[in-house]
């Protein structure tokens, strides 16, 4: 096994106009972890670290871990297009992990965190993505934090390996903005989708953005989504885990409050097979007044009952639309009812 590439830096480590720190495996030895440690730590314009394995390779890809000289980092922060941190595998091992150890976490304007396989044997499996934050991790403007099983149209067997799994503890909050995600993907017959953990103090927000699990192949299962913070609020917003013929993930809430506008939506579902089960273990579920668009009123038309079950839209919640009674107790359902409503418990 190759020696790991530990890169310490005092202050600011700062990689600008598309610069690359790479580690690549393409025998059988495992490739080197990458580990680098500095105050703070950014990746502008183009610029990532990455660790991959090649398609004659056999070995596992390395890992790459960000974190302080001593204990966390203070800000990572990846700005751009093209800009972040990779591992993948294209031969028969598995992918290398991702860890960032940090105060804050920012990401945004297309950065990305991406740990993804096009391998062609069940053992090449994606890798983990892991973020240990004690004040907030954000991603605006198109940024991304992926776990992916991606076939390769120019090259037969490929993406037959699960996607690995990602978590997210955010410390105080963790907010997804402007077109931002938190997802995994598989995209052969076989391959199961990968997990999302997350977990925040104060809240879990998402504007214009989107949490899930999503398995396009035939056969396989979708990955199971749990968020547990203080608030979820959700605007304009999906959070869905989904399949083709396999289950559908489940999705778990754990949080006293849960808001949402009527224009987000959670889905666990499956279009062939059994669908996955939503489950919000919350005080109080309710829409947000002021987001509701003007033509939606108190006196509008009940909700249309729900095509499918493990699926509900936020506007077919509790309506909480002039003044909330004092402390409700409402949870959802292990089965959403059939008219797409939640069960009051």
């Known amino acids: 096994m190759a020696d790991p590439i530990d890169?310490?830096?005092?202050g600011l480590l700062r990689l600008t106009g598309k610069s690359?720190?790479?580690?690549?495996?393409?025998?059988?030895?495992?490739?080197?972890?990458?580990?680098?440690?500095?105050?703070?730590?950014?990746?502008?314009?183009?610029?990532?670290?990455?660790?991959?394995?090649?398609?004659?390779?056999?070995?596992?890809?390395?890992?790459?871990?960000?974190?302080?000289?001593?204990?966390?980092?203070?800000?990572?922060?990846?700005?751009?297009?093209?800009?972040?941190?990779?591992t993948s595998t294209q031969g028969t091992g598995p992918a290398g992990n991702i860890a960032v150890k940090a105060t804050s976490v920012t990401i945004q304007n297309g950065g990305k965190i991406s740990a993804d396989t096009t391998g062609t044997s069940s053992t090449a499996t994606g890798g983990a993505i892991i973020i240990n934050a004690t004040d907030h991790v954000t991603l605006t403007s198109g940024a991304s934090i992926t776990a992916s099983s991606v076939v390769d149209p120019e090259v037969p067997g490929t993406g037959i390996a699960d996607a690995g799994n990602v978590f997210v503890n955010a410390g105080q909050q963790l907010d997804l903005t402007t077109d931002s995600s938190i997802t995994t993907t598989t995209e052969s017959a076989q391959a199961n989708g990968g997990n999302i953990d997350i977990r925040a103090v104060d809240h879990v927000r998402l504007v214009n953005s989107e949490i899930s699990t999503s398995v396009i192949g035939a056969e396989g299962s979708g990955g199971n989504i749990f968020i547990d913070p203080n608030l979820v609020l959700l605007q304009d917003s999906t959070v869905t885990a989904r399949a083709v013929t396999g289950s559908g993930g489940n999705i778990t809430f754990v949080t006293p409050l849960f808001l949402a506008d009527p224009?987000?939506?959670?889905?666990?579902?499956?279009?062939?097979?059994?669908?996955?089960?939503?489950?919000?273990?919350?005080?109080?579920?309710?829409t947000i007044p002021q987001l509701e668009s003007k033509s939606d009123s108190a006196t509008s038309a009940p909700p249309k009952p729900l095509r499918r079950t493990g699926r509900w839209r936020a506007k077919h919640l509790y309506p909480c639309r002039t003044r909330c009674p004092p402390h409700p107790t409402w949870r959802m359902a292990q089965q959403p009812s059939r008219n797409g409503t939640l069960d009051r418990r």
């Open 7 to 10: 890169i310490q830096v005092g």
């Open 20 to 86: 690359e720190i790479e580690t690549t495996a393409i025998g059988r030895a495992p490739a080197a972890d990458l580990i680098v440690k500095a105050t703070d730590i950014q990746l502008l314009g183009g610029s990532k670290f990455s660790v991959d394995t090649t398609s004659s390779s056999s070995g596992a890809g390395g890992g790459v871990i960000i974190q302080g000289n001593v204990g966390l980092s203070n800000l990572v922060t990846i700005d751009g297009l093209e800009s972040g941190i990779f």
């Open 263 to 286: 224009d987000s939506i959670v889905s666990a579902s499956s279009e062939f097979g059994p669908d996955g089960k939503v489950t919000a273990r919350s005080n109080l579920i309710a």
